[in-house]
């Protein structure tokens, strides 16, 4: 099984709907973050969390909230998907200092 | 503001030659540099991790370096293999808690 889940790992939706992504971890890091990955581009942060009341906005966090519901789990919502929130999603861990990160298998989210 | 630039964008070489991949950062003032892995539907695994006081780190076939003072760290892939057919990325950690700041990546290939 994968240290970093995340699910769905493929979703369509249409414009104006809202829809969560779902992280989880085995790893037991305490800090977690979601980048999106446009074609030809590098990733980007999105919202990062060092632990459940710790919540910070990343470079592109407009349009997007997410939620720290325990260690292991950290989800992302879009409130009202627009066709340019189209990307690939993903979610990372690591350990307190300057640590090696870990990736999820990432979710390709389709906005029509 | 930090800026993480891979060149070549794209590379396609023979079976069993060595290769040099590049990668810039704008600002050397990084916590650590590390390399990545992306195959399709797979999500990224992590190469090699190097803190910002390391010249470089190994792993296998794989050597990374890292020049702080110029901003530039090499990935080099000894022998390469078909297996090794991917698209590599770097990222720095700068500015603080492990948030990393993605190249667009070299997409290699390599043909038997």
């Known amino acids: 099984d994968a240290d970093v889940t995340q699910t769905p790992r493929n979703r369509i939706t249409k414009t104006g709907k809202r829809i969560m992504l779902e992280c989880s971890q085995t790893k037991g890091h305490d800090r977690m973050y979601w980048y999106r990955q446009d074609p030809g581009l590098g990733l980007r942060l999105i919202y990062y969390s060092f632990d459940v009341k710790d919540i910070n906005k990343g470079e592109i966090s407009d349009g997007y909230s997410v939620s720290r519901q325990a260690q292991a789990k950290f989800s992302l919502s879009l409130e009202s998907a627009i066709p340019n929130q189209t990307a690939l999603y993903f979610c990372a861990t690591s350990l307190f200092g300057n640590t090696e990160a870990f990736f999820g298998q990432g979710t390709r989210l389709t906005v029509v | 503001k930090q800026e993480v630039t891979q060149i070549p964008a794209a590379l396609s070489v023979p079976e069993g030659e060595n290769l040099v991949l590049n990668c810039s950062f704008t600002?050397?003032?990084?916590?650590?540099l590390q390399w990545f892995r992306q195959d399709p539907g797979k999500g990224l695994t992590s190469l090699l991790l190097i803190q910002s006081s390391q010249r470089e780190q190994t792993s296998g076939r794989l050597n990374a370096s890292l020049d702080k003072s110029s901003g530039r760290s090499t990935l080099y892939i000894a022998a390469s293999q078909p297996g090794d057919s991917a698209t590599y990325l770097c990222?720095?950690?700068?500015?603080?808690?492990?948030?990393?700041?993605f190249g667009a990546g070299t997409r290699l290939a390599v043909h038997p």
């Open positions: 600002d050397s003032a990084i916590y650590n």
């Open positions: 990222a720095v950690s700068s500015g603080g808690y492990n948030k990393l700041i």
